[in-house]
């Protein structure tokens, strides 16, 4: 079985100002050998000012979204190389609220990830299945329709890395079973072999939606998860150091 070294990634959304760098602050401070790859994602006016407090110790800082163009005229956009120039190592694409919040489809987020690369980010490509996709048991089939759709060739463990993410579990305080976030994990991971190849059994797979740190000892340790994409427990340094404990 190949190595995959856990990831716990922070996600801020559009949350955190100039005051919440004292949370970076507490969170490289607290990563002492952690047992796993660490990061936060703030918002795009914190990414340098982070990288700048997080710079001697383990914890990465990346951005939450990019433009597929490396610069041009995209009001209020922000490119990959942008992200990269802020000293930025990684980048959300696919999540769900920009899926839902700005219509972003597959091929759009396969071009986001594509421009991830060739800022030489690391990339997490979000997929998940919407509540009702879910009622009518469609959940894998929408994960192979996302994972075909978006997915660039090429891909490979060290500049990717799929997070599962149903979108009901997104701040809800819901989860799936612990079997059925397993199930899957198993059939991402399958898929991913059946596109790039065995090295695709290293590409690592996160969970997101709902980690908290009550339950992160339940989730993170389930065979085909290699860590978790973390929302609101992101916010404050004590429940998303438990979270990387927990890793
Ligand atoms: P919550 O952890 O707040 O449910 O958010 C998950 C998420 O969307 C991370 O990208």
């Keep these: ?16 100002v100039a005051a919440s ?3 970076i602050d507490a ?59 802020a000293g930025g190592k990684l980048v959300i694409v696919g999540h769900s609220e920009r ?4 219509g972003e489809a597959d091929a759009l987020v396969r071009a986001k990830a594509e421009a991830g690369w060739r800022a030489g980010l690391l990339v997490i490509l979000c997929i998940g299945e919407t509540e009702a996709e879910r009622r009518a048991g469609d959940t894998l089939a929408v994960l192979d329709r996302q994972l075909a759709g978006s997915l660039p060739d090429g891909a490979d463990a060290h500049r990717l890395v799929i997070a599962y993410e149903p979108v009901w579990a997104i701040g809800t305080g819901l989860t799936p079973s612990n079997d059925d976030i397993q199930t899957a ?9 059946a596109t790039v190849g065995n090295n695709g059994a ?14 992160a000892d339940e989730i993170l340790p389930l065979p085909d998860v290699d860590g978790a ?19």
Aim: hydrophobic letters at 45%; proline letters at 6%; aromatic letters at 2%.
């Design 1 to 16: 079985m190949p190595d995959r070294r856990p990831l716990v990634a922070g996600n801020w959304k559009m949350n955190g």
């Design 21 to 23: 760098l004292t949370e």
């Design 27 to 85: 969170i490289g401070d607290g990563l002492i050998d952690p047992p796993c790859d660490v990061a936060i994602c703030p918002p795009a006016t914190l990414i340098a000012a982070a990288v700048e407090r997080a710079k001697n110790t383990p914890l990465m800082i990346g951005g939450q979204d990019c433009h597929m163009a490396e610069k041009g005229a995209h009001t209020g956009d922000l490119s990959a190389e942008m992200i990269a120039d």
């Design 99 to 102: 899926r839902t919040d700005h």
């Design 185 to 193: 994990h198993a059939h991402i991971r399958q898929r991913l072999v």
């Design 202 to 215: 290293a590409i690592r797979v996160l969970y997101g939606g709902s980690v908290k740190p009550g339950n």
């Design 229 to 247: 994409l973390v929302g609101g427990a992101s916010l404050k340094a004590a429940d998303f150091l438990a979270i990387v404990a927990a890793a």
